[in-house]
């Protein structure tokens, strides 16, 4: 019985009051900014409290007809669920098929090939779920369909060599279908470790006149490298492997993000930031800006200023040295209401830096709402600016002439 | 099934709702709500980010799709039979209902005179999840009277959810007090796509 329930807050949760407003962060979910109702009646979530006498009061508060409040109050408490943020309403999220945990299904087909029946259900899989799956032996790219967006992008649906190499005594693999780049790995492959999870994608397709133009991608999909130069390409398979897992021993807080640097100076954002990745590359370098290869950054938790592991080269994946960047502010593309909500552009920016398991969640929330605040945060909006215009202001972001 | 509950249950929990700390609660609700009204606490979302793709989960999958396209044949409204309308049956406004464009809901609705500048169409997108999705809807139409049809809508691209708002369809020409108004078709097409 759902207004019965006694919802509370969620061990291990992560918030902060941005601006009035509620910035909340569960375990494994994606952070979420809080509703005026849902925020009202936050604080007494605290286990003793049901939800009808909490709905009750708010609407008492409100001036709105109990009923309503029950039903808006209702749902709040299983989005929160929803956002593992509460706990103390299993019996009601029994009854709900959009229930925290279950799959989401994104389409069911069926078709009868052969005359065998074949029915087809597509998922929306988290990382989480994927680790464990597959006992963190699948990096996210694998699971693409090699005929899904991502997977054409990775080129999946084409045959590739895996070379197996260990990186601070793991395995790790790097799919290509290029005999250079797999020559080169050659001398540090290692087969004996077995199997392990793909960290670099390594794209070619034919380039007009002669040559190949190479795309590195990451485990996690992001694009850190992208150009015709091999030795451009093969660093870009370093920082993937140096990359995919985060050293044990790291200052600071890990985040997943993508980042632009120009001089020494870095912006970073979401992986999403660079969505049309390979024109908006092109157009930044003109600007002098280049993409920083690993998604895998180190946020100082005092100094603006971002660490990028790097190795020195392919014969020493286990000797990190971690090149230092001033942080010059963030980018992030939303619209013009997330441009002017700073809890829902912190949240926003947020859900682009997912956090490696076991990452302190309030300690990434508070350094990062603590730097947004202080650093000029770029929210590109919609419609999309043209790929120069969007480039220069980025640039200029990092200290550029304009041109 | 719904997550709300029942009218009986809900009856029998809030019977019992009252608690001493009530009072407390419902000051600090109430300055929390900052003199929010009900509607403005109603309409608000609940809480903003559960829309988006949690984690990784968008640059895995992306689902396209398309919708059947809806045609709307303008309706002889008037007394004398020369009045067309694209509403049913004497203006009023005809709905197209909700459909499927692969994972995307669209809802459009068509009202307004076939002639006179004030035939409109609005067309609602819902399902997008951005940045990995955009939805393209596209309105055309044609007149019996010869005289062409004007779409304001054109094409419109939805990178988020959101309503077009109503746009300008009609028939040039014809129309007037003398003259019956054409029949007009008007035909909304809508896809999806991965980015």
């Given at each position: 019985?759902?207004?019965?329930?006694?919802?509370i807050?969620?061990?291990?949760?992560?918030?902060?009051?941005?601006?009035?407003?509620?910035?909340?962060?569960?375990?494994g979910?994606?952070?979420?900014v809080?509703?005026?109702?849902?925020?009202?009646a936050?604080?007494?979530l605290?286990?003793?409290?049901?939800?009808?006498e909490?709905?009750?009061?708010?609407?008492?508060?409100?001036?709105?007809?109990?009923?309503?409040?029950?039903?808006?109050?209702?749902?709040?408490?299983?989005?929160?669920?929803?956002?593992?943020?509460?706990?103390?309403?299993?019996?009601?999220?029994?009854?709900?098929?959009?229930?925290?945990?279950?799959?989401?299904?994104l389409?069911?087909?069926?078709?009868?090939?052969?005359?065998?029946r074949?029915?087809?259900?597509?998922?929306?899989?988290?990382?989480?779920d994927l680790?464990?799956?597959?006992?963190?032996?699948?990096?996210?790219g694998?699971?693409?369909?090699?005929?899904?967006?991502?997977?054409?992008?990775?080129?999946?649906?084409r045959p590739?060599?895996?070379?197996?190499?260990?990186v601070?005594?793991?395995?790790?693999?790097?799919?290509t279908?290029?005999?250079e780049l797999?020559?080169?790995?050659?001398?540090?492959?290692?087969?004996?470790?077995?199997?392990?999870?793909?960290?670099?994608?390594?794209?070619?397709?034919?380039?007009p006149?002669?040559g190949?133009?190479?795309?590195?991608?990451?485990?996690?999909?992001?694009l850190?490298?992208?150009?015709?130069d091999?030795?451009?390409?093969?660093?870009?398979v370093?920082?993937?492997?140096?990359?995919h897992?985060?050293?044990?021993d790291?200052p600071?807080l890990?985040?997943?993000?993508?980042?632009?640097?120009?001089?020494?100076?870095?912006?970073?954002?979401?992986?999403?930031?660079?969505?049309?990745?390979?024109?908006?590359?092109?157009?930044?370098r003109?600007?002098?800006?280049?993409p920083?290869?690993?998604s895998l950054?180190?946020v100082?938790?005092?100094?603006?200023?971002?660490?990028?592991?790097?190795?020195?080269?392919?014969?020493?994946?286990?000797?990190?040295?971690?090149d230092?960047?001033d942080?010059?502010g963030?980018?992030?593309q939303?619209?013009?209401a997330l441009r002017?909500d700073?809890?829902?552009?912190?949240?926003?920016?947020?859900?682009?830096?997912?956090?490696d398991?076991?990452?302190?969640?309030?300690?990434?929330?508070?350094?990062?709402?603590?730097?947004?605040?202080?650093t000029?945060?770029?929210?590109t909006?919609?419609?999309?600016p043209?790929?120069?215009?969007?480039a220069s202001?980025v640039?200029?972001h990092?200290?550029?002439?304009?041109? | 099934?719904?997550?709300?509950?029942?009218?009986?249950?809900?009856?029998?929990?809030q019977?019992?709702?009252?608690?001493?700390t009530?009072?407390?609660?419902?000051?600090?609700?109430?300055?929390?709500?900052g003199?929010a009204?009900?509607?403005?606490?109603?309409t608000a979302?609940?809480?903003?980010g559960?829309?988006v793709a949690?984690?990784?989960?968008?640059?895995?999958t992306?689902?396209?799709?398309?919708?059947?396209g809806?045609?709307?044949n303008?309706?002889?409204?008037?007394?004398t039979?020369?009045?067309?309308?694209?509403g049913n049956?004497?203006?009023?406004?005809?709905?197209?209902?909700?459909?499927?464009a692969?994972?995307?809901?669209?809802?459009?609705?068509?009202q307004?005179?076939?002639?006179?500048?004030?035939?409109?169409?609005?067309?609602t997108?819902?399902?997008?999840?951005?940045?990995?999705?955009?939805?393209?809807?596209?309105?055309?139409?044609?007149c019996?009277?010869?005289?062409?049809?004007?779409?304001?809508?054109?094409?419109?691209?939805?990178?988020?959810?959101?309503?077009s708002?109503e746009?300008?369809?009609?028939?040039?020409?014809g129309?007037n007090?003398?003259?019956?108004d054409?029949?007009?078709?008007?035909r909304?097409?809508?896809?999806?796509?991965?980015?």
């Open positions: 019985m759902a207004a019965g329930q006694r919802p807050h969620a061990a291990g949760l992560a918030q902060r009051t941005v601006h009035g407003r509620i910035v909340a962060w569960g375990d979910e994606p952070p979420v809080l509703g005026p109702a849902v925020q009202a936050w604080p007494f605290d286990g003793t409290a049901t939800v009808a909490l709905a009750d009061d708010l609407a008492g508060a409100a001036g709105m007809p109990g009923r309503d409040a029950l039903a808006l109050l209702t749902m709040g408490v299983l989005d929160l669920a929803t956002a593992g943020l509460v706990t103390g309403v299993e019996p009601l999220l029994e009854r709900w098929e959009d229930r925290p945990g279950r799959p989401r299904v389409s069911r087909t069926e078709r009868i090939v052969d005359g065998v074949q029915m087809v259900t597509e998922l929306a899989v988290q990382r989480r680790d464990r799956a597959t006992g963190d032996q699948t990096s996210l694998e699971a693409a369909g090699p005929t899904s967006c991502t997977g054409r992008r990775l080129q999946l649906d590739a060599e895996v070379v197996t190499v260990a601070r005594g793991r395995p790790l693999c790097v799919r279908d290029d005999p797999a020559r080169w790995l050659a001398p540090v492959a290692d087969d004996s470790l077995g199997s392990g999870p793909v960290a670099a994608f390594v794209t070619r397709d034919p380039r006149g002669t190949h133009r190479y795309a590195v991608y990451d485990g996690n999909t992001f850190v490298g992208d150009g015709t091999v030795a451009a390409a093969q660093a870009a370093v920082a993937c492997l140096v990359s897992h985060p050293p044990a790291r600071g890990a985040v997943r993000a993508q980042a632009v640097e120009r001089d020494g100076r870095l912006v970073l954002g979401p992986r999403d930031v660079l969505r049309r990745p390979r024109g908006l590359h092109r157009q930044l003109r600007s002098g800006v280049r920083v290869a690993p950054l180190i100082d938790g005092v100094e603006p200023v971002v660490a990028v592991p790097r190795a020195r080269t392919l014969a020493d994946l286990d000797e990190l040295v971690l230092r960047f942080l010059r963030f980018w992030l939303g619209d013009a002017a700073p809890a829902r552009t912190l949240a926003a920016l947020l859900r682009g830096l997912p956090a398991p076991g990452q302190d969640r309030q300690a990434l929330l508070d350094r990062i709402a603590d730097l947004v605040s202080t000029p945060c770029l929210v909006s919609e419609p999309r043209r790929l120069t215009d969007l202001t640039a200029a990092l200290g550029a002439p304009s041109r | 099934m719904s997550a709300t509950e029942g009218g009986e249950d809900v009856q029998a929990d019977a019992g709702a009252s608690t001493g009530g009072v407390d609660r419902r000051t600090a609700m109430k300055a929390a709500l003199g009204v009900a509607a403005a606490v109603w979302p609940r809480i903003e559960l829309s949690p984690d990784y989960a968008a640059a895995a992306c689902t396209s799709g398309n919708m059947a809806w045609t709307v303008s309706d002889n409204s008037g007394l039979g020369t009045a067309e309308d694209w049956g004497g203006g009023g406004r005809q709905d197209m209902g909700a459909r499927a692969g994972p995307f809901t669209i809802n459009a609705y068509v307004g005179s076939v002639n006179d500048d004030n035939g409109r169409i609005s067309v997108v819902n399902g997008i999840d951005p940045p990995f999705q955009r939805v393209v809807a596209n309105v055309a139409g044609n019996n009277n010869g005289g062409g049809f004007r779409s304001n809508f054109g094409t419109i691209t939805f990178n988020t959810n959101g309503t708002g746009q300008l369809i009609d028939c040039q020409g129309g007090f003398t003259q019956a054409p029949n007009g078709q008007v909304l097409n809508v896809s999806g796509t991965c980015l």
